[in-house]
Structures are given as structure tokens and as C-alpha cells.
């Protein structure tokens, strides 16, 4: 299994192997650089696919073929589109995920009790959401997921279990952090990439490409594209047979502690 125990531990054996030939039959000193570079890339394909599992285990989908999905919006709450989205999944009886960031609920309160009355529940997506928060220290990390958790509390009353890591980038400090914290880890196997594309056609061309049974959705509550195309979304959803249920659920996961 491709995680980064084993893969230290297959470098491990190639290092030393590789000096032993070295030693008795010399080697050229690119041959550690190959090494080097092959490692770095297996690291960099753990950090960035949230799938991979390499740091530590995320459940990403349902092993499921029962014609069910659930959907998960990051990086709200937003004042812009969330109330939008609450209202379009109520009319449509649908109970999503959100992954909230906890700096924006101070001021959004209203709004933040207003998804969590809806039916929905609510993650971590950390406090700050920091552009260099894959390079903060365990403790720093755990910290500022934690605020996210008062914040939540301060509003709701509950804390959240399930944490989503910013950006989706995982690596050895987070999976200290996520496992001190006694938080679980929710990815996503169908990324909209709703924060980059802004043609609505290819939008849902895409997202409609990832319907199939268990699949779990990334998209942002921060994008007018998101919004305008959910209701064809779901519209294509539902006509194909499929049922959107709550992540939590769906995966058979606590949401709250
Ligand atoms: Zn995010």
C-alpha cells in the first residue's frame, strides 16, 4: 500500500542499497539525485490527492452501488451565495455538507444558524483557511482548527467532527493535528473545480461526469457558478435515478462529537 510509512521505508532499503553498491562497485552521484527526485514526487502525489491516503486515511466516497451521491460546499459561510444555495436545497428537500471556515462565521451568525437549521451539517475547513497553512506547525495547525470549533459552538452549540483540510493538501504535520484533535477526515472524489472554471457548460459537463453511486462532491459556496448551475445539477441527478443524501450519512460517519 502506497503511504508514507512504507514509502520511507522503501527508500530506506534503496539508500542503503545504493551506497552498498557505491562502496563495492562506485556509483555516479546523479543516481542519488534520481533517488532523490522519484522520492519527492511520490511525497508531492501524497500532499496533493486528497484520495491518496498517504498521511493518514480519508474517507473520500461510499463503497456503495446504490444510485445515492452527497454534496459538499467549502469556504462559506458566504453572505453572497449561501443563502441562495440554503434556499435552492430546500425547495429541493436536500441536505448537504458544508465545510465552513471559522472566520467567517463571527458577523455571518445568522446565516451559519441558518444551514445548520436547514438540515445540513457542519465541518471544519480550519479557522484561518491561511494560504501557508500546510506549513504550520502541529500545534499551530491543531490550534486553528479548534478555533474553527469554538466558533461553531459559540453559534450552534456542537462541535464538528468531520474536517476538511484547506486546499486538500495533507501531509505530516495535519495528520498529527487531525489525530490529536480526534477529528475524521472527509475528502471528496468529484472536485467541480468550481473555484477556476467559469464556464457554467463546462462546469456541469464535468460534475456530471462524476455522477455515479457513492460519489462525493466538492463544490464552493463562494461562486456564482456553483449556484447557477446546481439546479440543472440536480435536475440531471434526480433524472438519472440517483438520490442525493447527506454526507454523513452516506458514509456512515459522526458529524459532531
Ligand atoms: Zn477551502
Not at 500545534?139 to 476538511?164: H, N, W
Amino acid at each position: 500500500m502506497l503511504n508514507f510509512r512504507n514509502t520511507n521505508w522503501v527508500f530506506a532499503v534503496l539508500t542503503a542499497s545504493l551506497i552498498g553498491i557505491h562502496y563495492f562497485y562506485g556509483l555516479p552521484w546523479y543516481v542519488y539525485l534520481l533517488a532523490f527526485i522519484l522520492y519527492s514526487l511520490v511525497v508531492f502525489y501524497g500532499c496533493y490527492n486528497v484520495g491518496s491516503g498517504f498521511f493518514i486515511p480519508i474517507t473520500c466516497s461510499a463503497q456503495t452501488t446504490d444510485k445515492v451521491i452527497a454534496i459538499s460546499f467549502d469556504d462559506g459561510p458566504a453572505e453572497k451565495f449561501t443563502p441562495q444555495i440554503l434556499q435552492l436545497l430546500r425547495e429541493q428537500e436536500i441536505e448537504a455538507a458544508f465545510f465552513c471556515i471559522g472566520n467567517r462565521i463571527p458577523g455571518n451568525e445568522t446565516l451559519f444558524k441558518r444551514i445548520s437549521e436547514g438540515g445540513h451539517i457542519i465541518g471544519n475547513h480550519s479557522h484561518s483557511h491561511h494560504t501557508w497553512f500546510d506549513l504550520f506547525s502541529t500545534s499551530r495547525m491543531l490550534a486553528d482548527m479548534k478555533q474553527m470549533d469554538q466558533e461553531t459552538m459559540k453559534v450552534i452549540g456542537i462541535r464538528p467532527r468531520l474536517f476538511r483540510p484547506p486546499y486538500g493538501v495533507t501531509n505530516p504535520n495535519l495528520a498529527r493535528a487531525i489525530r490529536q484533535g480526534d477529528y475524521i477526515p472527509v475528502g471528496w472524489n468529484v472536485r467541480s473545480f468550481d473555484t477556476v472554471i467559469r464556464d457554467e457548460h463546462k462546469l456541469l459537463e464535468r460534475v456530471s461526469k462524476g455522477i455515479k453511486p457513492g460519489a462525493v462532491f466538492l463544490f464552493h459556496d463562494t461562486c456564482a457558478s456553483t449556484l447557477a448551475i446546481l439546479p440543472v445539477f440536480i435536475e440531471k441527478v434526480k433524472a438519472m435515478g440517483y438520490r442525493i443524501t447527506r454526507l454523513d450519512k452516506m458514509l456512515n460517519l459522526p458529524p459532531y462529537a
